[in-house]
Structure formats: C-alpha cells, structure tokens
C-alpha cells in the first residue's frame, strides 16, 4: 500500500543559551527519514532526550523543521502560516487530556472550535459530525453539553480522542497519550485505538516508554539515539533480534 506518510531528512535544532551573552545550536533532530502505511502504526522510541517528541510535534505542525521534506498523501507539507495553525491532517494527542481541554467550555463547544475554524460546514453539519465523532470513539451524543470536569479520566482520553478525530486526519500521532491512564483505563483506551484503526484505515505515530505497548500495537519500531535514527525495522524482528545498543539498552531496563 502506497505511504500516508512520508519523511525524509527532517533535521531540527534549537538555539539554546550558551553562558550569558552567546548562543548555541543544539541538534536534536538528524536526518530522519520513515514512510508509513494506511493502517499501520510505527513506534517511536528512544532514551528520555532522544529528540521524539519534538519530531511529534514537528510532524503535527507544532513547530517547524529546519530542512526535510513531510508527505502526506502524497503531498508536500508546506512552511506556510497554515501549517502551524493546526488545521493539519496529523494530529497530535497530548499527555493530559485535564489540561488541554478549557474547563469553562463544553466537548460540543470545544469541537465545534476546531469545525468552525477548520471547515465550511454548516451548524446543523457541525452538530452532526460532533455526535457521530462523540459515538465513534465510544462516548454518548449527550455528552455534547457536558463540560471536561463531569467526565472520568478514560472519558477524557475519549474527549481527547474525538478532539484528535474530528478533522478526519490520516495520521495520528500519540506522544506518551496512554502513559498516565492507569492499566484498565489503558486497556480500553488501546482496543478502542486498534478497532478505529481497523475500521477507518488511520495510522498511528506511536510515542511511549511501554514497551508492551509497543509490541502489542506497533507494525515498525524505529529507535532514536541523540536525534539519530540507530534502528528501524519490523517490531518483531527488533525485539527478538535488536541491532542498536539503544534498543539493547532499553530491552534490558
Ligand atoms: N524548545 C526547545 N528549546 C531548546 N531545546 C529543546 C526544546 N525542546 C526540546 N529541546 C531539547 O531537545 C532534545 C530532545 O527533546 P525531546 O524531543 O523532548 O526528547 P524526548 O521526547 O525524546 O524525551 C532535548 O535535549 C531537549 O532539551
Ligand atoms: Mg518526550
């Protein structure tokens, strides 16, 4: 099947204080390159450091590559304005769900801000697609005029869940999303991540330190060292047979 995703040669640095008058260029992404199928889901991962979240957050258009190209569809992903503003096919889920979502707004209010900014729809489309999305990741249509604090923390990764979907994206980046939900909540937030995926073709970017997780839900690992991409290979053949000592080193913590 043909790449939803492409990347190649992402390469990332910040600036960063070097004493008190200079500054320094610190590298923290090098030359990444990985393609990504419809329903498929590479992991990511690598030592605390590794440079992973910020290719999450380069690849959703939280921030910006110094060079490289992102493909998605086929198509290059420009630098323009758009493409910070989150109007964008990759979407990224955050840690906690709590903090990301404003208390004073109901979850219809709340996605109706990414329809309303995003599309062209109309109200009564709106409302439509919110509820359908509301029922797709396993919530009720009537939680629609709840506000974030009337729902439990499984309910909110859901929230976050529909938040993520509601613009129809290709590819879903999960940076550490199932980390703080305890084991149950985990559980349920996992199937329900795999039957989406089944039934809607979405691929996942996946960004976590469990490895279980990793094998359970991952087609490809690619593993990062310092920026650098050291291994990338079929999950399988990475667990039994790890070439990189970051992946022997992680294997054995
Ligand atoms: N906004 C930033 N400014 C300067 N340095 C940053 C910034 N964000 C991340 N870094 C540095 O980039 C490196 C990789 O960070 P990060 O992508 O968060 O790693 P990981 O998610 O793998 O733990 C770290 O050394 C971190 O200090
Ligand atoms: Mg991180």
Redesign the pocket.
Known sequence: MQPVLKVQSLNKS???RAGLLKRKS?K?LKDISFALAPYQTIAII??????????AKVLAGADIADSGQIILNGQTIEDDGERVSGCRTIRLIFQDPTRSLNPGLTIGDILDDCLQFNTELTEEQREKKIRATLTLVGLLSEHFDYYPHMFSGGQLQRVALARALILDPKVLVL?EALSSLDPSVRAQTVNLLLELQEATGLAYVL?THHLSLVRHMSDEILV?NR?RVVEYGPTEEVFTKPKSKSMQRLLSA
């Open positions: 910040y600036s960063a610190i923290v690598g030592e605390t450091g590794a440079g992973k979240s910020t290719l940076d960004i990062l920026g």
